[in-house]
């Protein structure tokens, strides 16, 4: 869930917009009950809730009402409860246009609430219709069914059944109802995901990061193990070559980094930066220092933020001699480290969070 | 005789020889003990222990007798070690050698060609001395299969169980950084999932690549115990629940959208099999359940919404087919509450309980409720399935174009008009019913 934040606001609610349009669309005419439908002007009712207070439905109130007939089999209510009560429990700071009420329709009402302890509560008031009469002005057959109503008074979305996707879907036409944005269209709410933890990228990242857990330890053979079986798993993807590199330098594997990196192609520039400094640094071991100098001197060009080049470029400096420059060029590394509140964030410039998008 | 003499000459010789090469012990206390001619080999492999590299064996040894170039430990026990190596033992699980101060189970005191001083080529050969965790395993997991116990392990002592490096789901989460970041998006998250990974996986290896402790259901049953039951002992089982791996085909391990971690829609993962007939007994077939409702316009509410779990059980029931509840299987049935609890679970059980209602039913005439015509009778109530199809058919309110009575199919004729309807069926004359301007019926 999105709120529209002022960046990029338009995009976000013309995005809004045509999912809302698309929702209706889609909806209109295919979910009905005996005597409303999508689109329809909801009728004004009275009920009274538990505690004996009316609760009035009236036109031109511009808030969005959800109301759930709620099952009497007393399991199947306390279940549905539940799920409401889940729906409503994220929707707090949101919830101030909005009129959320369950109707226990028949006379089991009173008792059904009595048993399950289940009462009115601030934010999801439970009704009691215990002629059936607001079950007949609309036509319901079957509990639960929610109808949601929009801010012009309109039939939203109606859902009859309590089925597995009763939870994001009754969420995802309320968040539209009350204009909240949101990732993807209502109704595709009840299409599934699961989780996979199979996948290509899944299992590089797990590579990758099990030998950042052993560079840290030091095994960078190890490590570099751990990188090749990435590579293998998607030879395309940059970010496994790039550590790979940068772990050949650290073992003072240089000529295999110089030979890695002139494999490369890189086309986003804080990767092209990291190829640089990968040349620089593998060719500084090698004491060939001037090459060193200009590609690592391009690195942080491209990358003024990667605080390895800078101490890289001191470390050419200080080889040369030139105490100086080694100095300013230690101590632009060090300000990197040490003044930033995220040094992880630091570390990780560059390095994106998904390798594969970064072919 | 000569032969002999020859012999003890030659064993005599070599005593002298060999008292003459070798190098007296010592009978005075040293600077060092690590020489060219004593001791040479401690200090010349690839990782030296401080006070080896820096001659100092006094900082563990003491001289007992020097004269009997004899010496004991400075300290003793765990002392000896802790005494430099202070913050090894400091945490509340420890090794068991750290605990003991058998630190040489695992350390050499004086050189090693291994990292840490460890005696063996691999922390992995190390650790195997004392630990079999792979045996009898075709999957291992990444870590076990290169050697790298300390990736999850810490040797000497650690804050969390089983000495590891952190807690059990922040362990794993710092490799499996994808699940760990999907996660997040997921409302239904299967309990272990969140903080107890080796509830189902054992972390080093396991017969099969996830590296579960056992295969579902039986991995599953583990702590779904009342699903055991139902699928073991109820009267109709769904056959694939018992199945190897029967769980997976509906659900998934890890997260889920929907309730219940189902992999995907009720629907589609029911027309897995259901899509074609399937043979429940030896003599009965169950239809193709996408025959049913193949074309139909006019569908029941869980088939519209792809809930068959509205009314099916999926792990086993005590009724037929395996609905939810009692649902009478035949045309005629006593009514009683009880024997429509299937239905009664969605609709109001008022629907047949009352005479004459303006709101309950568009199935009325006037205000007399037809459904308790001809449902709420004490002997030949007429059941759901006589007027409706339980899945779907092409007219309004999914009636039955026809319904099996005996060997003829019964044809009903039902025709919908704005404000009531029409049948010409098979039960009885044709009846028009009218909830504006109610039918006057002939008794």
Known sequence: MLWPSRKGRPLKILVLGLLVQTALLTSAGRAELRKVKVGDTMPEFSLPDATGATFTYKHGASKVLTLTFLPTVQSRFERAIADIEAVAGVLPETAEGLGFAGVISGSAGKELLKSSGSGSKPGFRILLDGQYHLWGTLGVVAAPT?????????VLWIKAGYGYDFVPVVRAYLNQAMGIAQETA??????????TNDTVVARLQRHLQMARILEQKGRLESAIAEVQKAIELDPDSIEPPLVLGELFCRSGRNKEALELTGKLKAVRKTHKARLLLLSGWARRQMGELEPAEKLLIEATTLDPESARALFELGKVYQAQSRTGKAMESYRKALTLVFDTSDRVEVSNRGQGSDPVSQK | MAKRVYRVVIVFMCVLISGALAVDKPTTPQKTCATDECHADYGKKAFVHGPVGLGDCKACHKPLNPQEHTYEFDRKGRDLCEYCHLDQATKKNIHEPVKTGDCIECHDPHSSDGKFLIPEKTVAALC????????????????????ECTVCHQSHSSDYPDLLVSDHAELCFSCHVVTQRELKKYEFIHEPTKNDCIGCHDPHGGSDSKLVKNLAPFLCYTCHKDIQKIAENSTYQHSVVGDIGGCMNCHTPHASTVKFLLKKDAATLCITCHDKPVGISEDEVLPAFTDEIEDKEFKHGPVAENDCSGCHVTHGGEHFRLLAKEYPPQFYAPFSKENYALCFSCHPESVVLTRETSDLTDFRNGNLNLHYVHVNKPDKGRTCRSCHATHASNLPKHIRESVPYGVWKLPIKFEKTETGGRCTPGCHLPYNYDRQSPEVYER
């Not at chain 1, 929610?146 to 309109?154: E, Y």
């Not at chain 1, 209502?186 to 989780?195: D, N, R, Y």
């Open chain 1, 146 to 154: 929610v109808v949601i109503v929009g801010k012009d008074d309109r």
């Open chain 1, 186 to 195: 209502p109704e595709q709410a009840q299409h599934v995901k699961a989780v």
């Open chain 2, 128 to 147: 195997a001395k004392c630990h079999t965790v792979t045996e009898g395993f075709a999957f291992l997991h990444g870590p076990t299969a290169v050697g």
